[in-house]
C-alpha cells in the first residue's frame, strides 16, 4: 500500500500548498472583523477594570501596567492564526493533535486528481478500487479518513463502505 501512502501524500501535499498551511502563526485580522462586538466588550471590560485598579486602595501603578500588559498580550494572541499542516501520520489518531488540528482527515475529501491516479494504478487492489467507487456513488465524495480505513487500518481491514465516515 506504499502507492496508495503515496498517492495520499501527494494529495495533502497539494491541500497544504494551495492552502498555505505551514503550521506557523501569522497575523490575521478577520478576528476583529467577525468578532468586532466581543473586541468592543474587551476593551470595555479592560476600561472598567483599569478604573477599579486605580481607585482601589489595594493596587497600584505597577498592578495598572502589568494588568494592561496582560490584556495586550492576550489580545494580540487573538490576532495570529495558525493553519497546522495536514499529514498522513495524523490520520485516524486521536491524541493532543486532535485539540489543535481536529478532526481533519474526516471531512477532507480526496481530489478528482488522486482518485484517478487510485483507479488507474495496476499495484493498488481491485477491491479497494471497487470500495472507492461504491463510497462515492453512495456519498459523493470520499475523504482520507475513508481510504485510511479501507487501506491502512489493522484492526478493519475488512471494512463495509456502511461503517465509513458519514456524509458532512
Known amino acids: ?13 497539494r491541500i497544504n500548498t ?8 501569522h497575523f490575521n485580522s478577520q478576528f476583529l472583523k467577525n468578532h468586532i462586538w466581543l473586541c468592543i466588550s474587551m476593551v470595555l471590560s479592560y476600561i472598567l477594570l483599569a478604573a477599579l485598579l486605580i ?17 495586550l498580550v492576550m489580545a494580540g494572541i487573538l490576532l495570529f492564526d495558525i493553519k497546522p499542516i495536514y499529514k498522513f ?3 485516524g489518531v486521536l491524541d493532543l493533535r486532535v485539540c489543535y488540528n481536529g478532526e481533519w482527515y474526516t471531512f477532507e475529501k480526496l481530489s478528482d486528481e488522486a482518485i484517478n491516479e487510485i483507479h488507474q494504478h495496476p499495484a493498488i487492489s481491485k477491491q479497494i478500487k471497487e470500495d472507492i467507487r461504491e463510497i462515492i456513488s453512495k456519498k459523493q465524495e470520499i475523504h482520507f479518513y475513508d481510504v485510511y480505513l479501507m487501506a491502512f487500518d489493522p484492526v478493519q481491514q475488512s471494512i463495509s463502505a456502511s461503517q465509513l465516515s458519514p456524509q458532512t
Open 1 to 13: 500500500m506504499n502507492v496508495l501512502k503515496e498517492i495520499l501524500e501527494r494529495d495533502l501535499d
Open 18 to 25: 494551495a492552502e498555505k498551511r505551514d503550521g506557523k502563526p
Open 55 to 71: 481607585y482601589s486602595p489595594y493596587f497600584g501603578v505597577i498592578s495598572l501596567i502589568l494588568f494592561t500588559v496582560m490584556f
Open 89 to 91: 501520520e495524523d490520520i
